[in-house]
């Protein structure tokens, strides 16, 4: 009985339900839902006002509604081939194709499938239900309210000139003029099949974003309308090889890699793209820095170089002042590949994290690591590391090994450390790309042997040159009606050990041993660079930051085909100086900060051993955080011979001799196993140098470095045409000049040079 009461109270509720749903799927549709409304567009703009880019012109070609009646049968025809074949059957929700999603979603372990009808689709897009399970059931109920008052044509109307496309497009109207510069009343078969194919995923699968899976997908649709008999074999094989995009465009497409990504963000977030968006760009700088990126890839051709990429960002506030994804947009298909958020290997552009993390854990920059040969096991194998030079240095101190880039002593820091705590440390300053395990990268981590981006290395430096502290990048000017500042700060090294990287990023005498005396890494102001290469000469990188702004180059090849003798010097190199200096002529590169200001202590240690210098030692001035200077004197200088710690005797023995020579010696440090120091002499400038002033650069900025290297290294004092100068880079001034320097042993070298 008690059952039956039961049975009879769920029946009644479950007819009241239905007679509730009933009534309210007969209800008359708002009267707002049946009008077309405005169609939403959005204008982007780089920080002083112009126009980058607009998704619709003043004349709506790239907007509006169109009737059903004129659009081309094609789009009509795609569209319920890839989205709804069976539009004209169901009544709003396809009860089969729910299953059949269902099913797929079961056997896949994830969603693959949303079994969505186009009049569900059309209830989301009208009503902004989310994308959950109750989002999905409310989304079915206004289809079948949809589909009871609205005929077929009047749902497919509604759909077409509403559904979302990509880049900011809403409507079939807005995504043919946007992509291939069409009238939606007339297009190809390829063109509606890939109109078709974006619904799916409108903002990662454009054509401007990744033309790879806008093939694939316009791909599949072809063949739904094969399959379905809307398109024969042959038409859709000629589709097939239809151009993404048109090769021109009827407005304003500026800085295209860049407001893609912009579109992209603003779709794949709450923010809805519509009106007027100030973007962070500069698009004078950015003009400048495109034609660089043509040039280099138009000099480095016959290295078999074919592409390059150029991210600038503001140190203060992360604005992204430029962003070069390739030398030309439109070039070929892969000219939309974006480099700067393409993950590749960035070699040696990762050890500066390496050497903060391992300054925070007592390494000082004055701490000798052995370069020598060294078999490491690791799960994947025996791994003995080599440095770029294919030689051993025997001991280097922290300084030299990072400055010069040494594989050796990175790899053997990195194994003191483990490879676990360096990829927490990369992923904390930004390094979202390094999906995989410390297992996987092992202690080639040292060496950049994991994906990253261009972006993600620029605003890694960013946080390096603000102190250790990572911060999110902005690509839209805030205002208080628009989104805010974005949020978030990590810290992923000490200030003291980001003045220490800095510090030693922007000494070129301890570039010397690998790159020499004059590198495109020297500017006419104080700035930290590095490079780095991938292994097979694949991918070359070079950044640099001030105390105002950062700036990261790529070089390389799409498809990863290898380039032939180019390194970071000779290939990123040189257009990573181009784009510093032409950021400095508009944004001033302002003063890093001095070791001291960041707590740093100095103490004068040997060059050779890194222990406190002793008479017999060739002396340096090294700066430490506070705590970690050594305290015990120099014991290998004894004599004026060297006595050779045991791990480094038998390299002294074999090596030293072959290593003594102009280009692997270390100016200014006493050779590996000589007798007598190196003779006292002005590294820079060379007698007879001429210098021009730089055309449009602050004179601020147009200075020249001094730097003496030798017996006594430290403790030099400059003269300029006679008279004292103090400070590490003199300002240029025309005319003749004599520099001379002297230490207190009086040792004195002089040397005349030409400004014009």
Known sequence: MVRRRKLIIAVTALGAAAAGVAAWVAAPLPASLRDPGPVPSVTLEDRNGQVLRTTRSTEGSRGGWIPLAELDPKILQAFLAVEDHRFYVHHGVDIRGLARAFRDNVRAGHVVSGGSTLTMQLARLLRGTPRTLPGKVSQMLWAWRLDAHLDKATILEQYLNRVPLGQGTAGVAAAAALYFDANAQQVSLGQAALLAALAHAPSHDNPLVSPQRARARRAIALDRMVALGYATRGDAGRAAQEPLLAVTRPGPFLAPHFTSRVLQWAEDSAVAPVGEWRTTLDLGLQTELEAETRHTVDVLKDRLVAHAAVVVIDNQHGDILAWVGSPDFFADTAGQ????????????????????????????????????????????????PKNYDRRFH??????????SSYNVPAVELADRIGAGSLLRTLRTAGFTSLAHGAEYYGLGLSLGNGDVT????????????NGGMWRPVRWRVPSEAREPIPAGARQFMSRGAAALVVDILSDAIARIPSFGTETPLDFPFRAAAKTGTSRHFTDNWAVATTANFTVAVWVGNFNGRPMQGVGGITGAGPLLHRAVLLTARRYPPGALAEPAAAGLVAARVCRLSGLLATPDCPGMDEWFLPGTAPTRACDWHQGGRIAWPTEYAEWARQDAASLISSESTDPGAMPRGSREPTPFRILTPQDGDRYSLPVGVDRRYATLALRAAGSSGAGVRWFVDGLPFTGERWPLAPGRHAIRAETARGE???????VR
């Open 748 to 754: 004195r070298d002089e040397v005349r040079i030409d």
């Open 454 to 465: 261009l972006l993600e290395l620029a605003n890694g430096y960013r946080g390096i040159a």
């Open 394 to 403: 025997g001991p280097v101190r922290a300084r030299e090994a990072l400055g």
């Open 337 to 384: 590949v974006d480099m700067v958020i393409s993950p590749r290997q960035p070699g040696s552009a990762l050890k500066p994290f390496l050497y903060g993390l391992a300054f925070d854990r007592g390494v000082t920059a004055a701490t000798v690591l052995p370069d020598l040969p060294k078999t490491y096991q690791t799960t994947l194998g025996p791994y003995r």
